[in-house]
C-alpha cells in the first residue's frame, strides 16, 4: 500500500512539474544549469574532505545524485543540440 500511494506520489509530481515548469527556450539554459551542479559537486567534495567525516553516508549520496543529474544534463544538452 505504501509503495502504491508513493510511486503515485512520484507520478503526480513529475505530472504537475511538467506542467507547470517553464518551456526551455535554449540549451544554453540546461548548460547553466549544469555549471552550477558541477560548482555544487566541487563546493560538495571540499566539505566533505574539511570535515573529515561523512555524515553517515549522506555526502556520498548527495554527490552521487549530484553526478547523476550532471549525466542526464550532459545528455540533454547534447540531444538538444542535435536537434537544431
Known sequence: MKRTLFAGAVCLSF??????????????????????????????????????????????????HLRAAERELNLSIAWARHRR
Do not use: C, P, S, T
Not at 555549471?35 to 574532505?49: G, K, M
Open 15 to 64: 505530472l504537475a512539474g511538467a506542467a507547470f515548469a517553464d518551456h526551455v527556450r535554449d540549451w544554453r539554459d540546461i548548460e547553466a544549469v549544469h555549471e552550477h551542479i558541477v560548482a555544487a559537486i566541487h563546493d560538495l567534495e571540499r566539505a566533505r574532505a574539511a570535515n573529515h567525516y561523512d555524515m553517515e553516508g549522506h555526502g556520498v549520496k548527495a554527490e552521487e
